[in-house]
């Protein structure tokens, strides 16, 4: 809907208030508004509604964000965090006496420690 079709939509409402808007309290609930939509209406009749009644509330809500459900992301499997960990240790820089095999399994090691403490396993992670 363009901004000028729910100008009159909004228009329409108000005039089929029986006994106009005076005393009254309105609230006019209008959804699936984008914002350059709402940038765009008569603000200078929503200022003379809110004028003439007791209090006009024009409550625009914006259209629902539709997010991607769990797998429908990129494709391919995402990296656990058994591979982020032994990715980011092979890539390390490391001082010459550290032994970078022996750090990775370390890394590892602790993972699957903690893992064990939350009662998971490292190949839960990657699900």
Do not use: W
């Not at 309290?25 to 009749?45: F, G, N, Q, T, Y």
């Not at 997010?67 to 980011?88: E, F, I, M, N």
């Amino acid at each position: 809907m363009s901004a000028a079709a729910l100008d009159d939509a909004i228009r329409e409402a108000v005039d089929s208030c029986e006994g106009g808007l005076e005393d009254k309290i309105v609230r006019l609930v209008v959804s699936e508004v984008p914002r350059h939509i709402l940038r765009e209406l008569d603000h200078k009749a929503i200022r003379e509604y809110k004028r003439k009644a007791l209090h006009f509330h024009l409550d625009t809500r914006r259209p629902e964000i539709l997010r991607p459900k769990a797998g429908q992301a990129a494709p391919g499997r995402r990296a656990s965090l058994a591979d982020t960990v032994r990715a980011k240790l092979e890539t390390r820089q490391l001082t010459e006496n550290i032994d970078r095999t022996a750090l990775v399994e370390l890394g590892l090691h602790y993972l699957r420690e903690a893992d064990s403490v939350a009662g998971r396993t490292l190949d839960e992670d990657a699900a």
